[in-house]
Nanobody, 115 residues
Framework: QVQLVESGGGLVQPGGSLRLSCVAS??????IGWYRKAPGKQRELVAS???????KYADSVKNRFTISRDNAANTVYPQMNSLRPEDTAVYYC???????????WGQGTQVTVSS
């Protein structure tokens, strides 16, 4: 069974940093990405990392977030720097299996940026 487990969320001051983690198990994944859902906003794509390809970032997080992927561990690590209050959201890991099919979602981890 495919399972995604996010961790690393928490409370951080503006300008601070967090490192999230998504551990994917149960398959080999071609793409692992991150979405976020902020209060009053639709869920949006934050970034995605192709297994052996490039990383794509939303304009709102470019130059602040960096996604790394450990293929051996099936883990993706978003390094989130220069956090702003508008980054406050529940962050969700999403993964597509290498063989295709529907994507899978984690349970989400809360990131709160506040003084």
């Amino acid at each position: 069974q495919v399972q995604l487990v996010e961790s690393g969320g928490g409370l951080v001051q503006p300008g601070g940093s967090l490192r999230l983690s998504c551990v994917a198990s149960g398959s080999i994944f071609g793409v692992i990405g991150w979405y976020r859902k902020a209060p009053g906003k639709q869920r949006e794509l934050v970034a995605s990392k192709i297994r052996i390809g490039s990383t794509k970032y939303a304009d709102s997080v470019k130059n602040r977030f960096t996604i790394s992927r450990d293929n051996a561990a099936n883990t993706v690590y978003p390094q989130m720097n220069s956090l702003r209050p508008e980054d406050t959201a529940v962050y969700y890991c999403n993964a597509v299996q290498l063989v295709g099919g529907p994507s899978s979602w984690g349970q989400g981890t809360q990131v709160t940026v506040s003084s």
